[in-house]
């Protein structure tokens, strides 16, 4: 079977570790890389042994062997970006958040289905193993009812400058937040019954750490923080009827252990060994294309809309818009 041939859009952070895992995957060939400087691209092209390096988006969406595109740009370009993909009939890997809000996410599902063209969210946690592994040890009913759970995940990272921009859908919420909702939504739905939430936002008036309180029908409760400005445990935990799971890193399921009633150890899960934890979106991509799917099933599109529309709400209450918004 021909490898997968992949372009990437951006060269940050996100995408260099994105290329390294490429470049140990045989079932895909990491073939371009697009950056608005050509010789960053070239730069990163060089770095990764990658074939082709372009100084456009569109050079590298009008390129005819590129078949799936990664989108690793700032939030606020994801929308314009994955249009620009689907437009020239490349599949579309978006990084996580999907989109700024809601309705451009619903913009970039409805394009990729009406072209038939896979459109996914890189939000990886949902295509490891160890998100199987919790659905199956909660499903085991080893800690009876799930009823609570709390998920902090917290990074010193305001120093970055783009996450301090409202221009660019900068805050925390996009950035880090969003995975404390995925937790959340992994162990409880997204039939959410109330959203109450406290915000602290930064002097260029993004979300700089907030508190949310979700509530689901049968009385169940979601807690989870998340800031730019402090380092967390990064910890989620399930409190059950019967006893309670711990979670290390939400952000990466490390290890999930099982608590009985009286506190005592009874399960240990260690994540299996993983290039980057990358590589599971990419083959889930990667089958869904060979498929013929538009959604892979890992990463449904209602559940990425719902998320999208839980932030919503969450900077409405904050009173926070983004300039192009407007």
Request: charged share 20%.
């Amino acid at each position: 079977m021909e490898p997968l041939k992949i372009g990437i859009m951006g060269a940050g952070g996100i995408a260099s570790i994105l290329a390294n895992t490429m470049v140990q995957m045989p079932q895909v060939e990491l073939y371009g890389v697009a950056s608005r400087s050509l010789e960053k691209a070239e730069e990163f092209a060089k770095r990764f042994s990658v074939k082709k390096a372009y100084g456009t988006y569109e050079e590298l969406v009008q390129d005819p062997d590129i078949q799936l595109i990664y989108i690793a740009t700032p939030h606020s370009e994801h929308c314009s970006n994955a249009k620009l993909c689907l437009e020239n009939g490349k599949h579309v890997l978006c990084e996580k958040a999907f989109a700024a809000n809601a309705s451009q996410a619903e913009e970039m599902i409805s394009l990729a289905e009406s072209k038939n063209l896979l459109i996914t969210e890189a939000m990886w946690v949902r295509y490891m193993p160890m998100a199987e592994t919790l659905k199956n040890v909660l499903n085991s009913g080893i800690i009876g009812e799930p009823m609570t759970l709390t998920g902090n995940l917290c990074y010193l990272i305001s120093h970055k400058p783009r996450l301090m921009m409202p221009e660019l859908a900068g805050g925390a919420l996009l950035d880090v937040g969003v995975y404390a909702l995925t937790f959340a939504s992994i162990v409880f739905g997204d039939d959410i019954s109330e959203i109450h939430s406290t915000v602290i936002k930064t002097d260029t008036g993004v979300d700089a750490q907030s508190s949310i309180t979700l509530c689901y029908p049968g009385e169940k409760m979601a807690i989870l923080n998340s800031s730019l400005r402090v380092i967390s445990d990064r910890q989620g935990v399930i409190y059950g009827t019967k006893g309670y799971v711990i979670v290390e890193n939400v952000n990466n399921f490390e290890a999930i252990r099982v608590y009985d009633k009286d506190r005592n150890l009874v399960e240990t899960h260690i994540r299996p060994e993983q290039i980057s934890g990358y590589e599971y979106q990419i083959q889930a991509s990667a089958d869904a294309i060979r498929n013929g799917w538009t959604e892979c099933p890992q990463m449904p599109h209602q559940t990425t809309l719902n998320v999208m529309k839980v932030m919503d709400e969450l900077r409405r209450q904050w009173g926070i818009k983004y300039p192009f918004e407007d």
